[in-house]
């Protein structure tokens, strides 16, 4: 698309006198954002959304500058990353004097925003059984916020999976699970940190936790003494039950009991197993 | 070839047809303690680095059965490449593929060998193969002055560990 205005929302645009103009409604801004540093333009673009205006600064696949009224860099990125609809259109503002502000890929950009989205509605720090009336509560927490559950957490509909189509062969994030199918799909669903720390539970134990940590080390060392890198995912079967553990985000680690007949074949395909 | 493996030269040739699949890099065999029995890989695994290997994958096997978990089959995926591992009675098959490997097809693969060589494994008639130098003796002992050296067979430093048959600090 060579687009010297686009729209996330349908403005009317003078027709440019080479190349094609383009109108997309429903269209997400993170989309526009990896279709612009796909095609390693070198732009400005001027973003508006409920959130006021911002500019976005492309050069060679990457957002290299970010400006809101309100910050600058990564900040103000994730600023604009976090608006859900609005208005994306070229912009002839000047290019900032001074070294990128943004040092991150685009997709790390688009990680980040994802995680913000997420933890702002994460809450529900998870209590597992048999820790008092705290825990308790906690738990019953975990019901009515499991049905926040996803994995990427990518919410508002029309959003897509963060993915690089050049990566044809790669296993990618997974996509999201809906919020109907998770929890009955998933009767356990546990999100651990880099450190261990249970950051989500739903029907796990903290014996599942540890053995799921240790279990993710294992094959990481297994991989490093065999020259692999990048662990991806874990897929166990069992005599009775299934387990999926996989790396989401920066060093989360997610772990998935499904149901017995649930088909994984679209998460594994998506998990590159 | 289709009877039970009893030897090891039977045990090699029926890990070598798992490559029929295209995209099996290779694979090996190590018993439920970890032991490497056999392997038909490229030399570019070590000895050293699948008997760790093996070490930590039977390990995995036990981290899900203290849970309760019996492991029947585990799937790895890195970056570029597959494990496959399956549980054979006492010991295990892990095989290493590319990510693109078929996996239908390996699955089914690893489903005949498996029935192949499980009976040997259960007997016990395929030992392990010896500890490689490089993994027992793991880095070379410094001389003293007087030339004698000062450290012991299998000296690990404070903090260290071995790495592809070396020692790491």
């Keep these: 698309m060579s687009a010297s205005k686009r729209d996330f929302e349908g403005d009317a645009t003078p027709v440019p006198a080479v190349g094609f103009h383009a109108q997309i409604d429903g269209a997400s801004l993170w989309d526009l954002v990896q279709m612009e540093c796909l095609g390693r333009m070198h732009a400005v673009v001027e973003v508006t959304g409920e959130g006021g205006t911002g500019y976005l600064y492309f050069d060679g696949g990457r957002v290299v500058h970010a400006s809101t009224a309100r910050a600058r860099g990564v900040a103000a990125a994730l600023e604009i990353l976090d608006w859900t609809h609005g208005t994306y259109r070229a912009s002839d503002r000047a290019w900032p004097s001074g070294p990128p502000t943004i040092d991150m890929t685009h997709e790390g950009l688009l990680l980040h925003a994802a995680q913000r989205r997420d933890e702002r509605g994460a809450s529900n720090l998870v209590a597992f059984p048999g820790r008092g009336e705290r825990g308790a509560e906690l738990d019953a927490n975990v019901e009515l916020a499991i049905e926040d559950v996803e994995l990427t957490e990518i919410e508002d509909a029309g959003e897509v999976e963060m993915r690089n189509p050049n990566i044809e062969d790669k296993p990618t994030p997974p996509a999201p699970i809906g919020r109907s199918e998770s929890a009955t799909d998933f009767p356990v669903m546990l999100r651990l940190s880099a450190a261990g720390a249970v950051i989500r539970n739903r029907g796990g134990t903290e014996e599942l936790a540890e053995a799921a940590a240790y279990a993710h080390r294992l094959v990481q060392l297994t991989g490093e003494l065999l020259g692999f890198e990048g662990f991806v995912a874990l897929e166990c079967v069992f005599t009775q039950g299934r387990c999926l553990v996989f790396d989401e985000g920066e060093g989360d680690v997610v772990v998935l009991k499904p149901r017995p007949d649930l088909d994984l074949q679209a998460l594994r395909e998506r998990l590159g197993l | ?169």
């Design chain 2, 1 to 169: 070839m289709t009877g039970p493996v009893t030897t090891l030269a039977d045990l090699g040739a029926t890990l070598g047809t798992l490559k029929d699949v295209s995209g099996i890099m290779g694979s090996f065999v190590f018993s439920g303690g970890g032991q490497l029995v056999a392997r038909e890989i490229p030399p570019m695994f070590d000895d050293g680095a699948l008997s760790e290997a093996s070490g930590r994958l039977a390990r995995l096997r036990d981290t899900f059965a203290a849970v309760g978990d019996a492991l029947d089959v585990a799937v790895v995926r890195f970056r570029d490449h597959k494990l496959y591992l399956k549980i054979l009675g006492d010991g295990m098959l892990c095989i290493v593929a590319e990510g693109a490997v078929n996996m239908p097809a390996l699955r089914m693969a690893a489903n005949l060998v498996g029935r192949r060589i499980s009976p040997a494994l259960a007997s016990g008639v395929l030992p392990a193969m010896p500890v490689p130098a490089a993994s027992a003796v793991p880095a070379p002992a410094p001389e003293t002055p007087s030339g004698a050296t000062s450290r012991p067979a299998g000296w690990l430093p404070p903090g260290g560990r071995r790495f592809r048959g070396r020692v790491v600090e």
